[in-house]
């Protein structure tokens, strides 16, 4: 079945950078428009950043911080992190969505960034 494994998570200062890689098997990697959402204690599940065939598109809030780009060949989507903020602390899940079929939705089981105050 269709799996995505996160990895990257970790603890880092305020204007630390982190890379996060989502691995994805089970599904045709080109077909789904590929995002991270986070989530922190006590509030609502946010989109970050999505990227398919149409571009990308980010929340404000991490506009110039964050990078996402997908490499199709390994099955892979990454969200690059720069100058984090505590604000950041969540766990940050990946996505997938097939383009081709709106009720085809998957995700992984989530990484831990935390940013100290």
């Known amino acids: 079945q269709v799996q995505l494994v996160e990895s990257g998570g970790g603890l880092v200062q305020p204007g630390g950078s982190l890379r996060l890689s989502c691995v994805a098997s089970?599904?045709?990697?080109?077909?789904?428009?590929m995002s991270w959402y986070r989530q922190a204690p006590g509030k609502e599940r946010e989109l970050v950043a999505t990227?398919?065939?149409?571009?990308?598109n980010y929340v404000d809030s991490v506009k110039g911080r964050f990078t996402i780009s997908r490499d199709n060949a390994k099955n892979t989507v990454y969200l690059q992190m720069i100058n984090l903020k505590p604000e950041d602390t969540a766990v940050y899940y990946c996505?997938?969505?097939?383009?081709?079929?709106?009720?085809?939705?998957?995700w992984g089981q989530g990484t831990q960034v935390t940013v100290s105050s």
């Open positions: 996505n997938a969505r097939n383009m081709y079929a709106i009720s085809d939705e998957y």
């Open positions: 089970g599904l045709t990697f080109s077909r789904n428009a």
């Open positions: 990227i398919s065939s149409a571009g990308t």
